[in-house]
Nanobody, 124 residues
Framework: QVQLVESGGGLVQTGGSLRLSCAAS????????VGWFRQAPGKEREFVAA????????YYAASVKGRFTISRDNAKNTVSLHMNSLKPEDMGVYYC?????????????????WGQGTQVTVSS
C-alpha cells in the first residue's frame, strides 16, 4: 500500500510559478513510477508529467513541455512538479499517482495509487 499526499497548490497570476510536492509513504519509494495528472471542472483527468523509478526518464504532455519540470528525490520519498509560465488553462486539481507495475506514462488507469489532489488556480 502506498499513501500519497500532494501540497503546494494555490493561487497565482498568469505567468507565475508554483512548485507542487508529492510525499509518499508505505512502500519503498523507488519501487514505483510517479505521474502528475490534473482535472479541470467539467473535464476529464489529463496527463501532465511522469517520471521513472530511478528518475532518469521523464515524460511531459505537449501542453506543458518546456514550462513544467518533474523531479524526484528517492531518499526523501518525494516527487516535485515545478510549474513556470502558468496559464489559465493550467488550472485544476493536480493529482499525484503511483504506478507499481508499469513504466511511467500518460495513462491514468495504469496507476494504482492516487493522492487527494491540490488545487491550482491561475488568475488572468
Amino acid at each position: 500500500q502506498v499513501q500519497l499526499v500532494e501540497s503546494g497548490g494555490g493561487l497565482v497570476q498568469t505567468g507565475g510559478s508554483l512548485r507542487l510536492s508529492c510525499a509518499a509513504s508505505g512502500r519503498t519509494f523507488s519501487d514505483y513510477a510517479v505521474g502528475w495528472f490534473r482535472q479541470a471542472p467539467g473535464k476529464e483527468r489529463e496527463f501532465v508529467a511522469a517520471i521513472s523509478r530511478s528518475g532518469a526518464t521523464t515524460y511531459y504532455a505537449a501542453s506543458v513541455k518546456g514550462r513544467f519540470t518533474i523531479s524526484r528525490d528517492n531518499a526523501k520519498n518525494t516527487v516535485s512538479l515545478h510549474m513556470n509560465s502558468l496559464k489559465p488553462e493550467d488550472m485544476g486539481v493536480y493529482y499525484c499517482a503511483a504506478n507499481t507495475t508499469y513504466n511511467a506514462g500518460p495513462t491514468p488507469r495504469l496507476y494504482d495509487y492516487w493522492g487527494q489532489g491540490t488545487q491550482v488556480t491561475v488568475s488572468s
